[in-house]
Structure formats: C-alpha cells, structure tokens
C-alpha cells in the first residue's frame, strides 16, 4: 500500500461544468476554491507549492506518485523552497504515498499542508482530470467534504494576485562594487535572486508598484508572477517609463508580459497555460533549442507587438510567444524560468547576456 488513502475523510473536487471527481482529503481537512491547473513534471513539488505565480489555483499533479521525498526544512535562502508559503489553494494528486523518505526530508507532504493550512485531494483520476482540461481550458473548482450544492467560485484573476505576493518594503541584498540590479518584485522565485547574487551583483528588491525611476541602478529584471498581468496597471506604467530611457531592463514569466503591455503590445489567456519542466523553446534565428521550465496562464501576442520589438523565442509544441527583444534598446524578455527551480538548467545564460548587456 503506498497510501493510507481509505482512512481518510472523503472528500471532491467539483468544476464549473458540472464535472465531479471523488477522492480523500489530506493535509488541511476542509474545503478551497480557486483556478484548477496542472502541472506537468515529474519531480518538485516544494518548488512548485512554494512559487507566489500559482497564487489562487487549485493545483493538479499529473505525476501519478507524490509525496515521496517529503519536505526538507525551509531555510531562508536556501533549499528548493521558493517562498517562505505555500501559495496554492488546493493540491490534487491520484496517489498521496503516506511513507516519504529521502535525507533531506524533515516532514511529511501531508503534515506540511496542514501546517500552511492547504488542502489536498488524493485518489483523483489526474490523467482523465488532465485530458479534460486541456480538452476545455483551465476551469473554477472547488474542493468540498460533500457533494453537491449550489457553484459558487471566485475567479482570482480577477483580483489583485501580485499585490498580495509582492514585498511590502525594499531590501537590499549584498554590498559591494558588483552590478547593481532593481529586482522587481511581482512574486519572485528565490532561484531568480539566487542567480543574481551568484553572479556577483548587488540587489534591492522593490514591490511591484515601486516608483523605478526612483532607485539608480545598472539594469532592472522584473520577476514573475500571478494572475492576469492586466491587473498590474502601476507596474505597467513604471516599466513603460523605463523603455523610454537606455537602462537594460530584463523580464521574466509575467515580467514579460508586463514588458510586453508596457512597450504598446497586447496579452491574451492561453487555453490552459504551460506549467512543466519541458517545454521546449526555439530562438528565431538560430538552430537553438532550449528545453525549458514553465509556469503560465497568459502570453504575448506576437502580432500586435510595436516597431522596434520582435519575437526572440517561440513554443515549438503551439507556437506560442516564449520572449521578446528591442532590436536596437537592450530590453528583453523571456516567458520561460531561466532560474529553472525545479530545472532543466538549459536557459540558464540569460543572466549572463542580461550582465553582458549591464556592462
């Protein structure tokens, strides 16, 4: 038995067409509501739970097997944790394995959400939850103790998802004479800071409606994020008043899309988004193609992008925008994780081009 599964309170998880999927509750016993999204790699878990862009979802598992390496203890700036919280509302897997064991693990997956107050939903058929979704896009759910009732979920895209991940102050990371970088602060992931400081640059971290003209600095990276980049209206109108000047600012996930929206372009809700550790990336122009981590609901429409700005990387599966860059200003952007927690490490050198381009 890999799982105690049948001790468990029952519990389901409900879509807005109608669809019901049966299952047994673990981590906090209760009820959530949210996006319902699912993710695609094999390993990390601790990464994902912890990343502030999956911030009102309800997050599905397809890797049929979770919880075996359990959670190591959350260290402050280390470890795979990309946050000091888990950011998603509910967790759905099809086998929860009650027995974890790895050297790192200090608790169980299970204790973990119910210490974070999380719920989570094991004995889901995650393949037929998949192919529905990706056959109807990204729908509400909930997860409830009981069947039935009436449907009734909020849509958190409709609210201010990055003002409730982004930093309520600035902080500066590390002295010295190394390039000084503005960290937009839209809900990063810790493997973005991490691969700033390792590259010898000092960081201040500013929230995501900070003045940017205020903080001299060497070049600007705006991080990711949740929810519908639309919302970010302040971030919008900053990073547009940095494209008027020849700082290199850089993007990343949802700092792509802002960039995009600042420069005059436009953004569009994908079907069910990229969330995975393998998609892979084509940059135009060359015969590269990087095998990248991914964690997105929207994307850049190409077409409508402005004079001066072109598409640098497509999605090789659909097509999709995966960066844009300024052919003349050094302002660029990919929708990708080059920081890559969980990997691959493939795009791990645009923080290179980013610190060539700094100077």
Same mark, same amino acid.
């Given at each position: 038995?890999?799982?105690?599964?049948?001790?468990?309170?029952?519990?389901?998880?409900?879509?807005?067409?109608?669809?019901?999927?049966?299952g047994r509750l673990f981590g906090k016993v209760g009820s959530c509501d949210g996006e319902v999204v699912f993710n695609t790699g094999m390993v990390g878990y601790v990464e994902s739970l912890t990343d502030p862009s999956y911030r009102g979802q309800i997050l599905a598992l397809t890797y049929p097997l979770?919880?075996?390496?359990?959670?190591?203890?959350?260290?402050?700036?280390?470890?795979?944790?990309?946050?000091?919280?888990?950011?998603?509302?509910?967790?759905?897997?099809?086998?929860?394995?009650?027995?974890?064991?790895?050297?790192?693990?200090?608790?169980?997956?299970?204790?973990?959400?119910?210490?974070?107050?999380?719920?989570?939903?094991?004995?889901?058929?995650?393949?037929?939850?998949?192919?529905?979704?990706?056959?109807?896009?990204?729908?509400?759910?909930?997860?409830?103790?009981?069947?039935?009732?009436?449907?009734?979920?909020?849509?958190?895209?409709?609210?201010?998802?990055?003002?409730?991940?982004?930093?309520?102050?600035?902080?500066?990371?590390?002295?010295?004479?190394?390039?000084?970088?503005?960290?937009?602060?839209?809900?990063?992931?810790?493997?973005?800071?991490?691969?700033?400081?390792?590259?010898?640059?000092?960081?201040?971290?500013?929230?995501?409606?900070?003045?940017?003209?205020?903080?001299?600095?060497?070049?600007?990276?705006?991080?990711?994020?949740?929810?519908?980049?639309?919302?970010?209206?302040?971030?919008?109108?900053?990073?547009?008043?940095?494209?008027?000047?020849?700082?290199?600012?850089?993007?990343?996930?949802?700092?792509?899309?802002?960039?995009?929206?600042?420069?005059?372009?436009?953004?569009?809700?994908?079907? #069910?988004?990229?969330?995975?550790?393998?998609?892979?990336?084509?940059?135009?122009?060359?015969?590269?193609?990087?095998?990248?981590?991914?964690?997105?609901?929207?994307?850049?429409?190409?077409?409508?992008?402005?004079?001066?700005?072109?598409?640098? #990387?497509?999605?090789?599966?659909?097509?999709?925008?995966?960066?844009?860059?300024?052919?003349?200003?050094?302002?660029?952007?990919?929708?990708?994780?080059?920081?890559?927690?969980?990997?691959?490490?493939?795009?791990?050198?645009?923080?290179?081009?980013?610190?060539?381009?700094?100077?």
């Open positions: 038995m890999f799982s105690k599964r049948d001790e468990r309170p029952r519990g389901y998880l409900e879509l807005e067409d109608g669809s019901r999927f049966p979770i919880g075996s390496y359990g959670v190591p203890d959350l260290i402050k700036g280390e470890g795979p944790f990309q946050s000091d919280d888990i950011h998603v509302r509910g967790l759905v897997v099809q086998e929860y394995i009650d027995e974890h064991s790895h050297w790192e693990a200090r608790m169980s997956l299970d204790s973990w959400l119910s210490k974070q107050g999380v719920v989570g939903i094991t004995g889901v058929d995650t393949r037929d939850l998949t192919k529905l979704l990706r056959e109807k896009g990204t729908m509400l759910g909930r997860i409830v103790m009981s069947e039935g009732g009436p449907f009734s979920v909020e849509d958190p895209n409709a609210k201010d998802l990055v003002g409730e991940v982004s930093s309520s102050g600035v902080v500066q990371h590390r002295e010295g004479d190394g390039p000084h970088i503005v960290l937009v602060d839209c809900g990063t992931k810790r493997g973005i800071l991490r691969d700033l400081l390792s590259r010898g640059c000092r960081v201040t971290v500013v929230p995501y409606d900070h003045d940017l003209l205020s903080v001299k600095c060497d070049g600007y990276m705006i991080s990711n994020g949740p929810g519908d980049p639309l919302m970010c209206t302040g971030t919008i109108e900053n990073v547009s008043a940095l494209l008027k000047g020849d700082v290199p600012v850089a993007g990343i996930c949802l700092g792509c899309q802002i960039i995009a929206l600042a420069s005059g372009a436009s953004t569009y809700k994908l079907k #069910y988004g990229h969330r995975s550790q393998n998609q892979p990336c084509a940059e135009k122009g060359t015969d590269r193609c990087y095998i990248t981590s991914q964690n997105h609901g929207y994307a850049v429409d190409g077409k409508t992008l402005g004079e001066g700005w072109k598409v640098w #990387y497509s999605n090789l599966n659909d097509g999709t925008v995966e960066g844009i860059r300024h052919e003349r200003k050094p302002f660029f952007a990919v929708q990708f994780h080059p920081e890559a927690s969980p990997g691959p490490r493939d795009s791990g050198g645009f923080f290179d081009l980013f610190l060539e381009v700094v100077g």
